[in-house]
Nanobody
């Protein structure tokens, strides 16, 4: 069974920085497409950043120039967040598209979420 474990959330003042990390555990063949989403209660979940195996990174307009997604191309994805704003407050989730066995279809897995709060 594949499990994604996130770490690095917390409370930070506006203008500050945080690094989120997500690591896949369990048995799998390969991973392609890793991403970070965030959600504020009462609002739709938002795609923040994604990285493919090329690698190519894409970002939501609201975080471009402030957030950086990176991966070891094996089982870890990180999100470096700088110049944080109160509007960045949300629960952040990592996702990975995982092929559990060779020739099996890819399945999307989600982490449990980590709270990021930007407040003075």
């Amino acid at each position: 069974q594949v499990r994604l474990v996130e770490s690095g959330g917390g409370l930070v003042q506006p203008g500050g920085s945080l690094n989120l990390s997500c690591e896949a555990s369990g048995t799998f063949f390969t991973i392609s497409g890793m991403a970070w989403h965030r959600q504020v209660p009462g609002k739709p979940r938002e795609l923040v950043a994604l990285v493919t195996g090329i690698p190519t990174a894409e970002y939501a307009e609201s975080v471009k120039g402030r957030f950086t997604i990176s991966t070891d191309n094996v089982k870890t994805v990180t999100l470096q967040m700088t110049s944080l704003k109160p509007d960045d407050t949300a629960i952040y989730y990592c996702t990975m598209s995982v092929q559990t066995r060779q020739y099996f279809p890819f399945t999307d897995f989600w982490g449990q979420g980590t709270q990021v709060t930007v407040s003075s």
